[in-house]
């Protein structure tokens, strides 16, 4: 297997060839540590000409920030939104305006199971009885299978959201998919992500103006009060804090 450190490749020599055989691994670590202080767009840049067409942004229609920079990198990239059946129409919404006036190529991915369906074997309302279940069902699993023909996928992830970010590398290993995992605004914060957003009339969703600081499924998400932690809307008071998809 040729690697990184065998043959002395950097990320951008790499082709699609290479990628067939090359140590995803190693790659995805030494991108983490050589791009480290590059610029959302640098990173961007550095997958858009590594993966090619084997790269895909994911995005939860909070806001289209990271989709925005991608489409800068990777005019028509694939933008993956997951259509959990639970989502608020202004999420919706923000989908369908990002698939309208983005330079992008919107593909919605849904689970094997509609709402209905999930009631029908689980009962009803499996979010509230057993989230965990809910949101594998729902997110972990669609995403799994609609990652297959990608090499590498980006996020939005950023490290100051909460302690269990914190450390979220800009670029590394998502040993659970064995794919390389971006998160080109890992470094940013809310002030950041609110100047590009003014600097460049990004789209956001409208629960941000409503008092909303994290938009989920719209039977775990409310409304955050002053003082609380950006992502304490979030399954609110059932020691959850993470859906699956990032750990």
């Known amino acids: 297997m040729t690697t990184i450190q065998d043959a002395g490749l950097k990320a951008a020599d790499l082709t699609s060839a290479d990628l067939e055989t090359a140590d995803l691994k190693a790659l995805a670590e030494q991108a983490g540590r050589d791009l480290e202080d590059a610029t959302p767009l640098e990173i961007l840049t550095w997958a858009a000409e590594t993966f090619g067409k084997k790269f895909a942004v994911t995005s939860s229609m909070e806001d289209a920030v990271v989709a925005h ?3 800068r990198a990777f005019p028509g990239v694939d933008v993956v939104f997951l259509d959990t059946g639970y989502h608020f129409e202004e999420t919706i919404g923000t989908r369908d305006a990002v698939e309208a006036v983005m330079d992008v190529n919107v593909i919605t991915l849904t689970p094997r199971q509609s709402v209905a369906e999930q009631d ?4 009803p309302k499996l979010h509230d009885r057993d989230p965990d279940l809910c949101c594998a069902l729902r997110k972990v699993k669609p995403l799994e299978e609609g990652l297959t023909a990608y090499a590498a996928w980006a996020t939005g992830l950023r490290r100051d959201e909460s302690p269990t970010r914190a450390n ?6 998502d040993e659970k998919r064995q794919k390389v995992k971006v998160s080109p605004i890992a470094r940013w914060t809310q002030d950041d992500v609110d100047a590009y957003v003014l600097e460049h009339g990004v789209l956001t969703n409208p629960l941000l103006m409503d008092g909303y600081t994290s938009v989920g499924c719209a039977p775990c998400t409310r409304r955050v009060a002053e003082g609380e932690d950006a992502r ?5 008071g059932r020691g959850k804090t993470e859906c699956g998809l990032h750990g």
């Open 69 to 71: 920079l991608a489409s």
């Open 120 to 123: 029908a074997e689980y009962g």
């Open 168 to 173: 979220t590398p800009v670029v590394g290993w």
């Open 232 to 236: 304490a809307g979030r399954w609110a």
